[in-house]
């Protein structure tokens, strides 16, 4: 148990550092890829029987290494990639029982690999998925989720994509900087699916931390450090960092589901609501909106609950506005017209829902278009449709806490 549970974390902490500096080497993701699974399954074969090494890290990488080696030595790429190797030798550990040091040398690449994933021969509409399963680890399965793509679709255009970065030898470097902008907009989709995917995993929003989204909150920040004018980087890392603070609230001490208007607001983390404001200010001192700044701004109004005692209804239905005229996805309409009835009663909320109901076809597996408007009818007294709807939501809900709580409303 001790060994798998050494694996997992270090691929939590690590995956994509090691794909990265694998891919860096070989140019190749899904080889490296490849090799770096092998070294897992040496892992787990291996660290029962002989423990687990004091750095997990450097043998993998080492494994992994060792792995893609041996498995393309013959190849006339390989003869010319080879001598490049070896030279990494010298500066990378070789015994795969390195001391924990080593395991803070390896070298972060997981931007380069990002901005590699967006380059412009990829197909746009799977630059952000590629980055989620190179750099992140997921699977097909829970990027098809976060994208509404079926798994198996989602899996096909993955291995195409890898193949024309092999085949097409894109670089591993990082683009000029005139070009990095026009990537960065992939880069920071990726990361916010990442971390939205991290955040609504069952289980994953107790009190305790959840490594997919804090992995998400610091590739945000090194996104920043690249691109310090780039005010739509600034306003996602304040998104997340709004998000994160209040994680703690998220679940009370049972697990139950808690939301956002009944939080303990005790429980959010001051540093980093402090940390976000000011990265909101930095993005809006640029004078370019965007709508990583809007949604961030929205999440700063909620935070400002906790200093006023109050929720500003009417700068929500501003901001949503602003955000539905830049980005109208389906979750910003559904959050607008659930501040409209908190503004104007849930009659004034429930008409315009309905209506979007009747227009937009994905409502009907949308499940917090169906929470909203069971909440709605509840609050009208209209019990009988309430409770249907309320049974369309649950229908469409995984998350257990979720469930519970939906259950508890349900009249």
């Known amino acids: 148990m001790e060994a798998a549970r050494s694996a997992e974390q270090a691929a939590r902490r690590s995956y994509g550092k090691l794909v990265a500096w694998l891919t860096a080497r070989c140019g190749d993701p899904a080889a490296a890829e490849d090799a770096l699974s092998e070294a897992f399954l040496a892992a787990l074969a291996d660290w029962p029987r002989q423990g687990v090494p004091r750095s997990p890290e450097a043998w993998l990488l080492v494994t992994a290494r060792r792995r893609w080696l041996d498995g393309h030595r013959r190849t006339r790429t390989q003869e010319r990639l080879l001598p490049l190797l070896l030279d990494e030798a010298f500066t990378m550990p070789t015994d795969p029982s390195a001391g924990a040091g080593e395991a803070a040398a390896i070298p972060d690449d997981r931007l380069r ?14 630059q952000a998925p590629l980055m989620l399963q190179t750099v992140l680890g997921l699977n097909a399965v829970r990027i098809g989720a976060a994208f509404l793509v079926a798994p198996a679709a989602m899996g096909q255009r993955l291995v195409r994509a890898k193949a024309k970065i092999r085949e097409a030898r894109i670089p591993f470097v990082l683009p000029p900087a005139h070009a990095l902008p026009a990537r960065a907009a992939a880069v920071h989709q990726a990361i916010y699916a990442a971390f939205g995917t991290g955040w609504e995993e069952p289980g994953a929003a107790g009190g305790g931390s959840d490594g997919l989204a804090e992995e998400a909150v610091q590739l945000a920040r090194l996104c920043v450090e690249l691109l310090p004018q780039e005010p739509e980087g600034r306003g996602l890392l304040a998104l ?54 809007l949604e961030a701004a929205i999440q700063s109004v909620h935070a400002q609950r906790a200093v006023h005692g109050r929720v500003d209804w009417p700068a929500l239905l501003h901001l949503y506005d602003g955000l539905i005229r830049l980005a109208p996805s389906l979750g910003a309409q559904v959050s607008r017209l659930a501040v409209l009835a908190e503004l104007r009663g849930a009659a004034a909320g429930l ?6 109901g009747a227009t937009v076809p994905a409502t009907a597996t949308y499940q917090p278009w169906w929470a909203l408007r069971a909440e709605l009818l509840s609050r009208l007294g209209r019990w009988p449709e309430a409770r249907e709807n309320y049974g369309r939501a649950i229908a469409l809900t995984t998350d257990p806490a979720a469930l519970a709580f939906l259950r508890g409303r349900c009249p």
């Not at 690999?113 to 509409?125: E, G, N, S, T, V």
């Open 113 to 126: 690999l990002l901005f590699l994933c967006a380059h412009p021969a990829i197909d746009p509409a799977i």
């Open 351 to 356: 008409e315009p829902l309905e209506a979007l």
């Open 240 to 293: 997340l960092l709004h998000a994160q603070a209040r994680r703690p609230a998220r679940r009370d001490r049972h697990g139950a589901y808690v939301p956002l208007q009944e939080q303990d607001m005790r429980l959010w983390s001051r540093p980093l609501q402090a940390e976000a404001e000011a990265e909101l200010r930095l993005a809006a001192a640029q004078g370019r909106m965007g709508r990583f700044q």
